[in-house]
């Protein structure tokens, strides 16, 4: 992992240790969550926070509240996706899922606890910085949306059900822009929003991010073939049932696909100069992730 990442994933790792030891939940919570705050992921949308805010010119260290919020929306999204209900799955960040250790209602309250505290730091986070250009219900609508019914739950929804249907491009990239695409969108933009970018600067951000997150969605699907279960950390194979841009287009098909939208995605933040390079970087990750 180079410098950058190193750096801003340590930012966002201090923070969420820091909360998981200060919830206060009572007592049947408390280890869920510190389970799911300190549990070592990526926290690539988190960094795409920070880094839409750098390319606006914003000091890292002020998005920071921002940037866990995304982090911990997605690692919600995470233990529902896990449930038996949904994806049934044992493994998660190296450990077993959160349901297997602690139970079904633990595992959802804890979920749910965390999507509620998230939206709490983005305000927290805009009350600190206040941008000019970009008022509190903006920004929040964009997380609120790109969670909603025509969000990630949305995305959720149409895969779960999608067994069976006709395996075409228009469906699967409903569901996988909205699962994986609509989180990547928000998290830039609502770290641009409170570095009080341009309009336009910010419409070249959420391009950049809608078609980095489509391209991260089909790596994902290139792993869940090609990889390792250890060196995920998750379950490999899951995506039998699923539709999937391997199953459109096949491993060289799917690479293919996730390199032009790799291209797209750099090409759209042409003009936003070198502030923009940690973006660019992020872009570069995501063509060359192994987990
Ligand atoms: C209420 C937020 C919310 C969601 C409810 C369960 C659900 C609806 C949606 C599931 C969305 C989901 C899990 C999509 C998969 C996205 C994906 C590619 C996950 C893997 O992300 P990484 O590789 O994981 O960034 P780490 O562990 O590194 O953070």
Known sequence: MNDYFASRRHLIDDYLHSLAERTGAPKPLVEPLRRSLNASGKRVRGILTLAAGEAAGCKPEKLVDAAAAMEIIHTCSLILDDLPSMDDATLRRGAPALHREFGEDLAILAAVSLLNHAYGLIAKNHAALNPRQWPLQQVIKRVVDAVGWDGTIAGQAVDLHSEGSRLDFGTLEFIHSRKTGALFVAAAAVGAMLANISAAALGRIEVFAKNLGLAFQI??????????????GKDVGKDEQRL?????????????????????SLTSIANLGAAADPLRELAEMVRNRVR
């Open 219 to 232: 790596t994902d699907d290139i792993l869940d073939v090609t990889g390792d279960a250890e060196q995920l």
């Open 244 to 264: 999937t841009f391997v199953k459109l287009a096949g491993i060289e098909g799917a690479r293919k696909l996730s390199e032009e939208l790799v291209d797209t």
